[in-house]
């Protein structure tokens, strides 16, 4: 069997790349005031995670990278530090904007232009950094999002920004920041010193500690931001495992902020339906509260649904 070696692939210094996102657009919860939006069940939503947190019940965030992407990191670490969310979850793109920002102070490539020289992605540091402490983690058999951190903390002065990332705050303040990874769709998985074993391992790892806080959801809420594949379908997994054990999780609230809207999305609908097909609809709103609480989606930007969920709850 004959495979490519990667070995032979050319990567580049960051510092030499044009980033659309920068630190210097990103979002202030102290700052910016929370655009208009009056939408009552959102309201309702609130009142559930009040009351999820004051019986001490978790709150999971599951993230699209465009909500890193957005400008809305400083938000996410707010939300943590009032004791709002308990639990982040992202896939392999949130962590590596998340990541590139703190060293960086940029992240999000021109992907139309460099993928025509195959220059896309091949960033050395953000690659050889993120491999090294992954492999490094799997060896101590940690998982994916404090691997990340450790990394970040053990060579601080590479990580100029680190105050504003998400995955090494939660580090910081003991809240699991989990990384949900299909191998292939990220470009660390390019570098010459790629690991997917380690790689596999330590995002299992995280896999487990996402079953361990789904498995105390009961009177919990899950929230999922612009995650379309990996979030509903890490949550839907997560919660067969926690109730093939015994552990009871039917009075959870759950909600999908997404731009897509979905008309009466708690109707039945049939294969014909394109929006049958649309994940998070099954697998976050509507399967997984069929026996108890309640699911939402609302049709909004993460400009707007995250700076009003900070307004609203504190």
Known sequence: MNYIDFSKTKTYPAAKRTNLVTLENMACPERDKA??????????????????????????????????????SRYLIALMQGGFITHIASNGAGSIHDFELCYL?????????????????????????????????A?????????????????SERFPYKDDCVLYQAYKMEISATYHIAIGTDIIHQHPIVDFAA?????????KLLCQSVSQMD??????????????????????????????????????????????????I??????????????????PTAMGGKGWHFAVDHKVSIPNLYKRLT
């Open 35 to 72: 655009p208009a939006w009056d939408c009552p069940e959102f309201d309702e939503l609130i009142e559930r995670i009040r009351a999820a947190r004051k019986n001490e019940r978790p709150v999971i965030m599951s993230l699209g990278a465009h909500v890193i992407k957005n400008g809305l």
């Open 139 to 155: 060896a101590d058999n940690i998982g994916y999002g404090a691997a990340l951190a450790r990394h970040i903390e053990a060579y």
């Open 219 to 268: 009177g919990g809420v899950f929230l999922n931001f612009g995650s379309g594949v990996i979030g509903p379908e890490i949550f839907l997994k997560a919660l067969s495992i926690v109730r093939n054990q015994g552990y009871q999780t039917y009075n959870i609230a759950t909600a999908n902020f997404d731009l897509r809207d979905l008309g009466d999305y708690r109707a039945q």
């Open 199 to 207: 790689i596999g391992k330590t995002s299992g790892e995280d896999f």
């Open 105 to 137: 102070g940029g992240t999000s490539e021109d992907v139309g232009a460099a993928i025509e020289d195959g220059s896309f992605g091949m960033w050395e540091e953000t690659g050889r950094w993120m491999n090294e402490a992954l492999i490094a983690g």
């Open 270 to 287: 049939g294969y014909e339906d394109p929006d049958y097909y649309y994940r998070p609809r099954k697998n976050i709103v509507n399967r």
